[in-house]
């Protein structure tokens, strides 16, 4: 069964600083990721998706995020800090089941941005 | 442009009153699911329609049903709401396959 692990629940950077939020995977087929965004009191907006194409992945709000198969890794980078970035941000894979897709989340990573 | 709309943002309902949330979209997305997720935690998918196909899952509580009369609606609703159920709702559509899920804003659900 695929499932994703997100080390750190929470992190904390400095504004202007590189952000980098850790999600492994552990799938026996081609994984299918996401990350996600979740603002205060909001859904979860997608940043970006791996699908096999390219293994570096370019999202919004500059975000990026590096498939490597040998290290079962997707993790997720943002050159430089934004106060706007303090959020919550999960990791998913697809598994699929029945006719929809599901997605199974990691536990998730706090972002929090200092001034 | 909202696409997956969730109403109400907020809603609050006493311990042991039915309380019906809705979504809606206009993304013509032939799946549409929904989550359940408390303070700090992950969402955890409830159940989903695959057109007109229920699926729930397994550990979904019997309290929780679901409606779906057309491709743009999707109604949650919990017939006994208990204090362990205040959380935030979230509704997401897709089209299946390995295509992303895309997420309303959430109903906040408070039991008094």
């Known amino acids: 069964a695929q499932s994703v692990t997100q080390l750190g629940s929470h992190v904390s950077v400095s504004e202007g600083a590189l952000v980098l939020l850790r999600c492994n995977y552990s799938?026996?087929?081609?994984?299918?990721l996401f990350w996600y965004v979740q603002y205060p009191n909001q859904g979860l907006q997608l940043l970006l998706k791996?699908?096999?194409?390219?293994?570096l992945v370019k999202g919004i709000n500059g975000f990026e995020a590096e498939f490597k198969k040998s290290e079962t890794s997707f993790h997720l980078t943002k050159p430089s800090a934004h106060m706007s970035d303090a959020a919550e941000y999960f990791c998913?894979?697809?598994?699929?089941?029945?006719?929809?897709?599901?997605?199974?989340f990691g536990g998730g990573t706090r972002l929090m941005v200092k001034p | 442009d909202a696409m997956v709309i969730q109403n109400p943002r907020y809603q609050v309902t006493q311990f042991g009153k039915p309380v019906t949330l809705s979504c809606s979209q206009t993304l013509n997305h032939n799946v549409m699911y929904w989550y359940q997720q408390k303070s700090s935690q992950a969402p955890k998918l409830l159940f989903h329609y695959y057109d007109k196909d229920f699926n729930n899952e397994a550990d979904t509580p019997d309290n929780f049903q679901s409606r779906r009369p057309n491709t743009s609606f999707c109604f949650l609703d919990i017939r006994s709401p208990g204090l362990g159920d205040a959380a935030m709702y979230l509704c997401?559509?897709?089209?299946?396959?390995?295509?992303?899920?895309?997420f309303g804003d959430g109903t906040r659900l408070s039991i008094l």
């Open positions: 998913a894979v697809i598994t699929r089941k029945n006719a929809g897709n599901m997605l199974t």
């Open positions: 799938s026996s087929v081609p994984p299918y």
């Open positions: 791996y699908t096999s194409a390219a293994t």
């Open positions: 997401a559509t897709s089209w299946g396959g390995n295509q992303p899920q895309h």
